[in-house]
């Protein structure tokens, strides 16, 4: 069985089995076109990603088949509310990564003695790509205006997260950041 880990508690921890994960390659895409009247084919206007769709094909083991089953599935059932809204997954398998997004869908559990065999659905809807650790050198600025270029090794581009500390008294007056992409 695969470890995994919902917001840094372990599957196992709940009595909860990982068999397997189902994670598309990549998630589905949303296409803009227009088709005009008169016209042969359609006029193109790109595409974007639509949310990604992970199952999670699990077993739930129990002790016993009345007590301890029912307590599980509980368990199971408050670590995945979708009242929560997103959650933070691992995979022993996929080390460094971690998957963000919510159950979504339905819960049905085939109960055969004491486990009991379910799919949870997880959709990843506001970030359909697996974050991961990234190593980035600080760079201390000591003097104004300077560029700084700042490289991501990922496959998917994304908007860095620039945290600024003044650390001395004075007021800091007329700063200005500028987040550009290059155009390829």
Same mark, same amino acid.
């Given at each position: 069985?695969?470890?995994?880990?919902?917001?840094?508690?372990?599957?196992?921890?709940?009595?909860?089995?990982?068999?397997?994960?189902?994670?598309?390659?990549?998630?589905?895409?949303?296409?803009?076109?227009?088709?005009?009247?008169?016209?042969?084919?359609?006029?193109d206007f790109g595409s974007t990603y639509g949310p990604r769709i992970i199952n999670l094909e699990c077993v739930v083991m129990a002790d016993d088949t009345t007590l301890d089953y029912h307590r599980r599935v509980a368990r199971v059932a408050a670590l995945f509310n979708a +009242?929560? #809204?997103?959650?933070? /997954?691992?995979? @022993? &398998?996929?080390?460094?990564?971690?998957? $963000?997004?919510?159950?979504?869908?339905?819960?049905?559990?085939?109960?055969?003695?004491?486990?009991?065999?379910?799919?949870?659905?997880? +959709?990843? #809807?506001?970030?359909? /790509?697996?974050? @991961? &650790?990234?190593?980035?050198?600080?760079? $201390?600025?000591?003097?104004?205006?300077?560029?700084?270029?700042?490289?991501?090794?990922?496959?998917?581009?994304?908007?860095?997260?620039?945290?600024?500390?003044?650390?001395?008294?004075?007021?800091?007056?007329?700063?200005?950041?500028?987040?550009?992409?290059?155009?390829?």
């Amino acid at each position: 069985m695969i470890d995994a880990t919902v917001n840094g508690v372990s599957f196992k921890s709940i009595g909860l089995g990982l068999k397997k994960h189902n994670i598309p390659v990549l998630p589905p895409t949303k296409d803009y076109s227009l088709e005009i009247a008169e016209r042969d084919g359609e006029l193109d206007f790109g595409s974007t990603y639509g949310p990604r769709i992970i199952n999670l094909e699990c077993v739930v083991m129990a002790d016993d088949t009345t007590l301890d089953y029912h307590r599980r599935v509980a368990r199971v059932a408050a670590l995945f509310n979708a +009242k929560k #809204g997103d959650i933070v /997954f691992t995979f @022993s &398998d996929l080390p460094g990564r971690r998957y $963000i997004g919510r159950y979504a869908g339905t819960l049905d559990i085939e109960k055969i003695l004491f486990d009991g065999d379910l799919t949870i659905p997880i +959709k990843m #809807g506001e970030h359909p /790509f697996p974050e @991961s &650790d990234e190593n980035i050198t600080e760079v $201390i600025i000591t003097q104004s205006p300077q560029m700084i270029a700042v490289t991501s090794n990922g496959d998917e581009r994304a908007s860095p997260i620039i945290v600024l500390t003044n650390t001395g008294n004075n007021i800091i007056q007329n700063f200005r950041i500028t987040n550009e992409y290059q155009v390829e």
